[in-house]
């Protein structure tokens, strides 16, 4: 090898304007002044400007954790002791500063050499500073996974709310009188397949405030719901209801096979305003029972979900639909290759192309914020807000595609006498089909899952349900969602791929 | 006949592609145009057929200057010019047939090659024409699938369908291996001699341009520097030939045994 064709590389700084012990002095009073001056003046100005951020950030930490404190003392103190991390962060700074005086020394002293590990520090000190602005929290993980399980769990697996019971109410009543008498009421007849309940005897006395226990009555109830529990219950001669007490429990009893049950019951203390007091009162029992009276039907919930998942689905549909529309002409004004015809054109493109950035810069979700001002809540802001981003996310790539077709084509086309709409025809359309479908189902896809989400700022579709119930603290009815979110997107993401596949 | 008179090209940028060019081509000539890449050559075919309009002169073909012809009559005359690409020019994504039967493109209506609805004879035409070229059993593959050497046979197929009088071609064999080279050029030896088409061709081997030429023009900057018969380029020796061509002129030898490594890069010179 010729040794005069080496490429030798050369990290050779000028010397220094001041001595090495200086540069460090200079380093001290201000970080990076001393390497601004021994020549490396770019180092200096990051070391000095990185300095400056990670003082500036670490003053606002710690006025932020003690913000009710005024004397400076005190603030650090009460920020130390409450945020540890910052006491890292305050050594960490520490050590920046002192390796910056050092560094100083280093790069005025020896002007081959340009240390990098510095730049670690500097580094490792604004992740410190991240973590700590961050809020990193990991044990949160393990400490509050036990809170949140039941929540989680219940979103993932949601479905005893995807199906509902009709259930209905069947009630028994028999009246009491208090205290007994010769003529009591006549007892209710009973009628077939209608519940009944009866009681021996029919009349009684209640349990006293001294503790004399009440009468002691036999309540049997026919036709009511087998196996399924029912609830006795009293109604005093005021119209308040509460449920029969024995031993501190409340009192359930299970019907058999044929709907019959039998329960001993002691009559419970009330006591009724002096207002209320007559000669004989008449108390009413009652057995009452929750039982279901049909096959399980779908729930409220998954209607809902199914409904609003096929218009999350049109949503994202209608403003793919709309997108192509208005992407398509605006696609052939974004195109270079089209319009570097003249000055006035090429101001057109990059007036269409900056218009185009700035819209397709701005995320769906704002669109769908202004759009809800604009047209009110519901799905067509979200159609609206997801066409304004689609059509520029949408001509930008058309205009790519078309500015990368082969102009050759076009030239053989032309040379065989074909006129100009043939010329489209032939060479230009099969040359930009495969990449039109391909963005278009790309962006279809990306419409679906945005549409989603879009409701949760009012713009219709799943998202808006599931908003709702996070907010109900509904899980079973967000799991819901969630998981026809899941499954939709799933299946789209699996046929997108598959058509684009085929087109490419 | 065609008549070259007085040709000249200059691009917007200021480029001067063709200066002052003239010359004639008798029917069933096979004419063969020599020079450096940027010497002209493509410009002067495509001013023939005007894909390029020229700055100044006239084109005479049978009597019509195609260098005034616009719109209808320009595309009729172009469709008496069959040409054929360096790089093919085929629509990749579509099909060798689809790509054949445009060539009928110039003698459809619009509205009935829009719905791609050519007619029977067209459809016969264009398996006649893939059968020549021994590409009809790739009739419905996509032109990408093709070998190179096939696609430029597609190419020559699609100037066939158009009943061309003349045919330019454009380098034909320069993206090629220089086997494939005399397959493609016996080709257009086929068209000159049996269906006496006029060629105009552009080459870079000097063995090609003395094995095929009936007559030869030199290019150098856009202007004519040399003219000869089919004998003098026969008599012309490598050190004459490179001197009008320029210093990258290759021979190749047209056994497969020739030295590839050696004739490529000539070739995409």
Redesign the interface.
Same mark, same amino acid.
């Given at each position: 090898m010729n040794t005069t064709l080496q490429h030798v590389p050369t990290n050779k700084r000028p010397t220094s304007f001041v001595p090495p012990f200086l540069a460090a002095i200079l380093s001290a009073i201000v970080p990076g002044l001393g390497q601004m001056l021994a020549s490396a003046v770019r180092r200096g100005i990051i070391l000095l400007s990185s300095f400056i951020t990670i003082v500036g950030l670490m003053a606002w930490r710690i006025k932020l954790a003690a913000r009710r404190d005024t004397e400076l003392f005190a603030i650090i103190k009460k920020a130390y002791h409450l945020q540890p991390m910052l006491v890292v962060l305050s050594v960490m700074v520490l050590i920046l500063y002192i390796w910056i005086i050092y560094d100083a020394y280093v790069i005025a002293k020896d002007s081959e050499r340009t240390p990098v590990f510095l730049f670690f520090m500097i580094l490792a000190v604004f992740f410190m500073l991240g973590w700590q602005i961050g809020d990193i929290d990991p044990i949160a993980f393990v400490t509050k996974a036990d809170d949140a399980a039941p929540a989680l769990s219940r979103v993932l697996w949601p479905w005893e709310q995807a199906v509902y019971y009709p259930e209905e109410h069947i009630l028994g009543t028999f009246n009491i009188q208090v205290p007994c008498t010769d003529d009591l009421p006549q007892a209710p007849e009973m009628v077939e397949g209608e519940p009944y309940l009866s009681s021996t005897p029919a009349c009684g006395d209640l349990t006293t405030p001294d503790g004399v226990e009440g009468t002691m009555l036999s309540v049997r109830g026919e036709n009511f719901a087998p196996d399924v529990a029912v609830q006795i219950l009293w109604e005093d001669p005021l119209g308040n209801e509460f449920r029969q007490r024995q031993e501190g429990e409340y009192v359930m009893v299970i019907p058999d096979a044929n709907g019959i049950f039998e329960k001993d019951i002691v009559m419970p203390y009330r006591l009724l305003p002096p207002s209320a007091e007559a000669d004989t009162y008449i108390w009413q029992l009652k057995g009452k029972q929750l039982a279901s009276t049909g096959d399980a039907e779908f729930s409220m919930e998954l209607k809902l979900a199914v409904e609003k998942i096929v218009e999350t689905i049109f949503i994202g549909m209608m403003a793919t639909f709309f997108g192509i529309i208005l992407a398509l002409p605006l696609s052939f004004f974004a195109a270079r290759n089209l319009m570097s015809a003249s000055p006035v054109t090429v101001i057109i493109y990059y007036l269409v192309r900056g218009v185009l950035n700035v819209v397709r810069s701005i995320e769906p979700l704002i669109w769908a914020i202004i759009a809800v001002i604009v047209v009110g809540l519901g799905p067509f802001a979200g159609i609206l807000a997801l066409t304004v981003h689609s059509v520029a996310a949408l001509a930008k790539l058309y205009s790519e595609s078309i500015e990368s077709i082969d102009p050759g084509p076009i030239e053989a086309i032309q040379a065989t006498g074909a006129n100009w709409a043939q010329t489209v025809m032939y060479a230009v359309v099969p040359q930009i089909i495969p990449p039109f479908v391909s963005f278009t189902i790309y962006r279809w896809d990306i419409n679906i899952r945005m549409s989603t989400i879009i409701g949760f700022v009012g713009g219709g579709g799943i998202g808006f349900l599931l908003a709702q119930w996070i907010r109900l603290l509904d899980y079973d009815s967000a799991g819901i969602a969630v998981w026809f979110i899941a499954i939709t997107v799933a299946i789209l993401d699996y046929t997108s791929a598959e058509i684009r596949e085929r087109f490419i | 006949m065609l008549e070259i008179r007085h040709l000249t090209k200059v691009y917007d940028d200021g480029t001067v592609a063709l200066k002052d060019v003239s010359f004639t081509v008798e029917d069933g000539e096979f004419l063969i145009v020599i020079g450096l890449s940027g010497s002209g050559k493509s410009t002067l075919l495509?001013c023939i057929?005007r894909?390029v309009d020229p700055t100044e002169g006239d084109i005479i073909w049978n009597g019509v200057n195609v260098a005034r012809l616009e719109g209808e009559v320009l595309?009729? &005359?172009?469709?008496e010019?069959?040409?054929i690409?360096q790089? !093919?020019?085929?629509?990749?994504? &579509?099909s060798v047939f689809k790509n054949v039967i445009?060539?009928?493109?110039? !003698?459809?209506p619009?509205w009935r &090659?829009?719905l791609g609805r050519f007619s029977d004879a067209d459809r016969e035409k264009a398996n006649t024409a893939l059968q020549r070229l021994g590409i009809a059993d790739q009739a419905n593959k996509r032109a990408d699938e093709l070998s190179g050497g096939q696609q430029q046979r597609v190419?020559i197929a699609?100037a066939l369908?158009?009943d061309p009088k003349i045919i330019?071609a454009d380098e034909p064999v320069a993206s090629l291996d220089p086997v494939l080279a005399h397959t493609i050029l016996e080709y257009l030896e086929m068209l000159n001699q049996e269906d006496n088409m006029t060629i105009v061709c552009s080459l870079h081997y000097l063995d090609l341009v003395q094995r095929y030429s009936t007559r030869v023009i030199g290019l150098r900057d856009g202007e004519i520097v040399y003219e000869g018969s089919r004998e003098d380029i026969r008599a012309m020796s490598d050190a004459e030939f490179k001197e009008i061509y320029g210093e990258e002129a290759q021979r190749i030898t047209g056994s497969i045994s020739g030295d590839l490594e050696e004739a490529k890069p000539g070739g995409q010179a």
């Open positions: - | 495509r057929n894909l595309r009729e &005359s172009r469709r010019m069959g040409m690409f790089h !093919f020019n085929l629509v990749k994504r &579509s445009a060539g009928r493109l110039g !003698f459809t619009t &090659s829009l190419g699609r369908m158009q330019l």
